[in-house]
């Protein structure tokens, strides 16, 4: 089973700089370039990882937001929610896809494993869906006063308030949850009868995998959405009128939701196990991003002061 993946989103969440984060990103676009994708699964992994790395560029407005509240005006706060949807969504949809080719591979071997047409049109209608998702955020987002502090939060006309804003939950849950979840459990249940019936097998290995990739999805994604669920309902039925209540589910919602973050940092060390090929690869990826960084900091160290030629000679490399 042959995997390829560039080790972005691994490292990435360990950067808290910017600086860091555009030197790796940069990085990662030059691994892209050197790699041939060999498989459907390439293809989604690597889409997986965009998806992650733009959803890591959101996370120091999320962060100074929390702490200073929203001072970056409405149009960053309409673009910072969307990206955030977009990115969140897709790659919840590329897993499940990932899944697909998975079950594909081990049930229907006699199909073709070469990147086709056909991936490209799947990975378009996965962005294009993703898109659609986060057409309200560019629409209803905006920066409004809450609690003497500026916040980026929706808001919806008084007149479709209730019914828009509970519609996008249930699409967001359906989409983003209960259809990937179905899909890697019919997927993954499949594969796994067929790795138990093979005489092949030597060992309960490729099981553990399979169980601790739908169990990181279930672990990391369900308490989140059961959250949003509960708030789409309320909207509806307005179940909730206790003031503690209502704060308490606002808390629970944040928790959740960063928990089911942390489900992109799991996703490397997952499918590192998901074949002997994707290890090569990842550790080579490994290996030549330590070399990159210290040819960097080489660079940075062999200047001397006042020799103009070894200037010219090192700003030349840089660039």
Known sequence: MELYTNSSVEYSYNDDEWNDTFEYALYESMCVKEEKLKSRTDVYIMNVAIADLLLLFTLPFWAANAVHGWVLGIALCKITSATYTLTFSARMQFLACISIDRYNAIIKPQSLRRVTKQCSKTCSVVWMAATLLCVPELIFNTVRELHDRSECLPIYPKSLGLTIKATIQILEITLCFVLPFLIMLTCYSAVARALLKSPCIKNTHPLKVLVAVVSAFILTQL??????????????????????ISKAIDVAFQVTKSI??????????????????FKMYLVKMAKNYGYWRRQQNTATEEIPMGHEESVEQTSSFTI
């Open 223 to 244: 308490p989140y959405n059961i959250v949003k669920l509960w708030r789409a309902i309320d909207i509806i039925f307005h179940l909730i009128t206790d003031c503690d």
């Open 260 to 277: 089911a973050l942390f489900h992109s940092c799991l996703n490397p060390i997952l499918y590192f196990f998901m074949g002997a090929s």
